[in-house]
């Protein structure tokens, strides 16, 4: 049983054999295994700096966008302001012709109240003249006792009411 080498121990033979299996082994992989796998890893290599200039790209895009939107949000609120003070100014000049409208029709209201005023304080006043009159021609009657022309004596009374209101007037 000694004639049996052991399993670990190296023989001729099996270095032998070993070496060409290692040898043809080499000759497969250098040949088909190895081109592929260099391909692969190149191609693995340019897809990733591919997708980095892809991502750099897009980064660049997405400032720019981003630049672009907050340009356009700017311009939106000047636009949003200016509107609003436009439409402050309307108000206000809305406002304003409202004002001058209603201060305008206060007037006129107020000048028309003191003419209706004058125009009734003048039809008080004849009527106060008129009963006056009245009064005066009745008492004159009865103190000189008889009646005399009415449409003279109005007269007569009328001139001389005016003349004392002319005189306390002027």
């Given at each position: 049983m000694n004639d049996l080498p052991a399993p670990f121990?190296?023989?001729?033979?099996?270095?032998?054999?070993?070496?060409?299996?290692?040898?043809?082994l080499l000759i497969v992989?250098?040949?088909?295994?190895?081109?592929?796998?260099?391909?692969?890893?190149?191609?693995r290599e340019n897809a990733i700096k591919q997708q980095m200039a892809d991502a750099a790209?897009?980064?660049?895009?997405?400032?720019?966008?981003?630049?672009?939107?907050?340009?356009?949000?700017?311009?939106?609120r000047g636009e949003a302001l200016a509107i609003?003070?436009?439409a402050r100014e309307a108000a206000d000049r809305e406002r304003s012709i409202a004002?001058?409208?209603?201060?305008?029709?206060?007037?006129?209201?107020?000048a028309r109240a003191r003419r209706e005023i004058g125009a009734e304080r003048e039809r008080a006043?004849?009527?106060?003249?008129?009963?006056?009159?009245d009064i005066a021609i009745s008492a004159a009657a009865k103190v000189v006792g008889a009646r005399l022309d009415v449409a003279a004596d109005r007269k007569i009374v009328e001139e001389y009411i005016a003349s004392i209101a002319g005189g306390a007037r002027g």
């Amino acid at each position: 049983m000694n004639d049996l080498p052991a399993p670990f121990q190296p023989t001729l033979g099996l270095v032998f054999w070993t070496l060409i299996v290692f040898v043809l082994l080499l000759i497969v992989l250098t040949k088909y295994i190895f081109p592929t796998l260099v391909q692969m890893t190149v191609d693995r290599e340019n897809a990733i700096k591919q997708q980095m200039a892809d991502a750099a790209q897009m980064r660049a895009e997405s400032a720019a966008a981003l630049e672009e939107q907050r340009q356009l949000l700017a311009s939106a609120r000047g636009e949003a302001l200016a509107i609003v003070a436009e439409a402050r100014e309307a108000a206000d000049r809305e406002r304003s012709i409202a004002v001058e409208k209603t201060r305008l029709e206060q007037e006129e209201l107020l000048a028309r109240a003191r003419r209706e005023i004058g125009a009734e304080r003048e039809r008080a006043v004849a009527d106060i003249r008129r009963e006056a009159v009245d009064i005066a021609i009745s008492a004159a009657a009865k103190v000189v006792g008889a009646r005399l022309d009415v449409a003279a004596d109005r007269k007569i009374v009328e001139e001389y009411i005016a003349s004392i209101a002319g005189g306390a007037r002027g």
